[in-house]
Nanobody
């Protein structure tokens, strides 16, 4: 069973930056299209960014130009660089395989507030 462990969240002021990490226990991490999701209080989980095997990326309109997803297959790790953070980015952030998702991890809380 693949385990996903997200980290790097915290409290940051508007305009600040954070870098999230997602470590996968699976041995075939490099074979999956991976994605970052977020879930704000009272809202459904939404897709934020995804990255293919060839490192092509796509982003939700709300984060385009501010967030950057990357991956290090040798380390089985997915990253999300978040810049120019806004209060509306406040949410729990999760990573997972885009298709046929694994069991969800605990996520990492990101709070953007002054």
């Amino acid at each position: 069973q693949v385990q996903l462990v997200e980290s790097g969240g915290g409290l940051v002021q508007p305009g600040g930056s954070l870098r999230l990490s997602c470590k996968s226990s699976g041995s075939q991490f490099g074979a999956y299209v991976m994605a970052w999701y977020r879930q704000a209080p009272g809202k459904e989980r939404e897709l934020v960014a995804r990255i293919t095997l060839g490192h092509s990326t796509n982003y939700a309109e709300s984060v385009k130009g501010r967030f950057a997803v990357s991956r290090d297959n040798a380390k089985n790790t997915l990253y999300l660089q978040m810049n120019s953070l806004k209060p509306e980015d406040t949410a729990v952030y999760y990573c997972n395989r885009l298709q046929f998702p694994f069991v969800w991890g605990q996520g990492t809380q990101v709070t953007v507030s002054s």
